[in-house]
């Protein structure tokens, strides 16, 4: 038998990067056009002021302008290339032995265009290029003509001449490197805040995540816990009682509906940020305590003293969710007896106990953000604090939540 291979797939070939990729930096369209009309205009007002001032106009000066004013045009698509066409076309000028002239100020462009953006060698480059420089200038138009002349000054004044020169010619390139340092300063602070502004962006969207995960467990976990609930009563009772059987199917068939409202309105809140919704209060309780009663259980609210006024959003959401749990989880794990809610409203805190006697402990090594840590996050979130354990042989949650600013949240939870 022939045994016949496929040949293996030829990876795509990649295309070589570019030799200037790594010294060009990404200019608009915009910046390349105005930086080519500011080279059109600096170009003829380079010639034009040299037939001004009488300058020669041979080759050897106009490839001086030349070279200065390609100098300045990729001054800032590329600083390193720049600096690479000034050098040349500063020593041409000096070998040709040109005077000063007008073009020469695209070298200050330049030397700003290294320090503010150009990659740390070029940045230093620029720098070192101001004091090389600024050694050249003073040797070119004073050491020179001295030598040049045979006669002079005597040598304190030669030696100041020189040093007056340098250091004049120093300052002058200096403070366009410096300049252009200050730049490179305040674009890197600009990005700083930017990266800054998207991390506080990203950890927003994180937490808002966490609060939709809590949310979306707390509403499933007992809906779930009520529909089982009646289900498996409707199920013992559909022989003997068929209208209870019935009810049990009704409130079965609510508590879906409403759960499932809950959880498409949470979905919204992940597709568009900016949808909040309305969120359960202290309004809704007596929805949550029926939807617990609807389910068999016998549960006693004690709610002394009540709340004076209308207590923060925050906290009314802390305590329906911390309740939704607690009562879930009495459904689920409780004994079948009696579940005791209180819930006292002082003027700085609100203080809230759920009891109910313990057939299977509850779970607390669930993951973060569900069930027993579910509820601590949510007490924290408001800067109060929660404790959950077994006490006389019945389950009790017990939670300190301060209503007020300044308001403290108890140090201990006492039993």
């Known amino acids: 038998m022939d045994r016949r291979t496929s040949p293996e797939p030829v990876a795509a070939p990649t295309r070589p990067a570019h030799p200037l990729a790594g010294l060009l930096r990404e200019v608009s369209p915009t910046q390349w056009l105005i930086d080519g009309v500011v080279g059109a205009v600096f170009a003829l007002l380079s010639f034009a002021s040299m037939n001004v001032i009488g300058s020669a106009s041979g080759l050897a000066t106009v490839a001086t302008v030349i070279l200065m004013v390609a100098a300045l045009m990729l001054s800032r698509v590329s600083p390193p290339i720049a600096l690479a066409v000034a050098w040349p076309g500063a020593l041409w000028q000096m ?4 005077p000063p002239m007008p073009a020469n100020l695209a070298i200050f462009v330049v030397l700003f265009a290294t320090a503010a953006y150009g990659s740390r060698l070029v940045f230093w480059l620029g720098c070192a290029s101001a004091f090389v420089g600024a050694v050249a200038i003073a040797v070119y138009l004073v050491v020179l003509p001295l ?50 502004r998207a991390a506080e962006v990203r950890a927003a969207e994180e937490e808002e995540r966490g ?75 007596e929805g949550l305590y029926q939807q617990v009663r609807a389910a068999g259980v016998d549960l006693r609210v004690d709610v002394d003293p009540a709340p004076t006024g209308s207590p923060p959003a925050a906290v009314q959401l802390a305590v329906y969710r911390i309740l939704q749990e607690a009562l879930t989880n009495a459904l689920r794990h409780g004994d ?80």
């Open 95 to 98: 070998g040709t032995g040109q």
């Open 147 to 196: 030598v040049w002349t045979g006669t002079g000054p005597s040598v304190f004044e030669y030696a100041f001449t020189v040093v007056a020169a340098f250091l004049a010619a120093l300052f002058a390139l200096m403070l366009s490197w410096t300049l252009g340092a200050l730049t490179r300063s305040i674009l890197r602070a600009r990005e700083t805040r930017r990266a800054q």
């Open 211 to 285: 609060r939709i995960a809590r949310d979306m467990h707390d509403v499933v976990a007992h809906s779930l816990a009520v529909v089982i609930a009646q289900a498996d009563g409707a199920r013992y009772a559909a022989a003997a009682d068929p209208d209870a059987a019935t009810a049990a199917l009704g409130t079965i068939s609510q508590t879906a509906r409403a759960a499932l409202a809950d959880v498409r309105l949470l979905l919204t809140q992940l597709r568009h940020q900016q949808g909040e919704g309305p969120q359960p209060s202290l309004a809704d309780l």
């Open 336 to 415: 079948g007896g009696p579940v005791d809610v209180g819930l006292a409203w002082m003027p700085e805190r609100v203080d809230l106990h759920v009891r109910n006697g313990v057939a299977a402990e509850p779970r607390a090594t669930e993951p973060a953000g569900h069930g027993l840590i579910g509820m601590r996050e949510r007490a924290q979130l408001v800067g109060g604090v929660l404790d959950a354990g077994a006490e006389h042989g019945a389950w009790v949650v017990r939670a300190v939540l301060p209503i007020r600013a300044g308001g403290e949240a108890a140090e201990r939870i006492d039993g």
